[in-house]
T-cell receptor
Framework: KQEVTQIPAALSVPEGENLVLNCSFT??????LQWFRQDPGKGLTSLLL?????REQTSGRLNASLDKSSGRSTLYIAASQPGDSATYLC?????????FGKGTRLSVIA | DAMVIQNPRYQVTQFGKPVTLSCSQT?????MYWYQQKSSQAPKLLFH???????NEADTPDNFQSRRPNTSFCFLDIRSPGLGDAAMYLC????????????FGQGTRLTVV
């Protein structure tokens, strides 16, 4: 059974810092990995989708990498801003519904 | 423009009183999912539809039912809500199970009193 772990559970950084969020999964046989953002009391907003054949994807200040063989992904956020404060979740799928981690709660302090 | 729309955003229901949550999509996606998310927890899959084919997770309580009358709409029925069913309910879609990007609605926050 696929399990997804995200470390750390919470992170607080000063504005302007670059930061890395980690995601690991137990079964490397995946089709894709998706990173989401969740604001308090809201649904999930898709940030980046990485197909299993890809090693990274970029969108603005966000860069996600995937090392499928080791079961790891990272989300890099450059020049963090207070508006980046949210919970970030990763999820993986193999011709199946997404399996989620619990997320990393990020606070960016002005 | 919102592509996956959940109604209502907030729902308060009485203990034991049936409640229905709705989800609609404008993406014409084949697959629709319902997830339950409790505070600080990972979203947990309740069930999904691939077209008209219904797939129930083994640990989803019988208290939870779903209907998909057409491609665009999907409903979550909770027959007798208990206090433990208070949670955020998330609807999602994608065009091909587990292969393409999934899109989520804004969620329905259910409170049971």
């Amino acid at each position: 059974k696929q399990e997804v772990t995200q470390i750390p559970a919470a992170l607080s950084v000063p504005e302007g810092e670059n930061l890395v969020l980690n995601c690991s999964f137990t079964d490397s046989a995946i089709y894709n990995l998706q990173w989401f953002r969740q604001d308090p009391g809201k649904g999930l907003t898709s940030l980046l989708l990485i197909q299993s054949s890809q090693r990274e994807q970029t969108s603005g200040r966000l860069n996600a990498s995937l090392d499928k063989s080791s079961g790891r992904s990272t989300l890099y956020i450059a020049a963090s801003q207070p508006g980046d404060s949210a919970t970030y979740l990763c999820a993986v799928a193999l011709n199946t519904p997404l399996v989620f981690g619990k997320g990393t709660r990020l606070s960016v302090i002005a | 423009d919102a592509m996956v729309i959940q109604n209502p955003r907030y729902q308060v229901t009485q203990f034991g009183k049936p409640v229905t949550l709705s989800c609609s999509q404008t993406l014409n996606h084949n697959v629709m999912y319902w997830y339950q998310q409790k505070s600080s927890q990972a979203p947990k899959l309740l069930f999904h539809y691939y077209d008209k084919d219904f797939n129930n997770e083994a640990d989803t309580p019988d208290n939870f039912q779903s209907r998909r009358p057409n491609t665009s709409f999907c409903f979550l029925d909770i027959r007798s809500p208990g206090l433990g069913d208070a949670a955020m309910y998330l609807c999602a879609t994608n065009s091909n199970l587990g292969v393409t990007e999934a899109f989520f609605g804004q969620g329905t926050r259910l409170t049971v009193v």
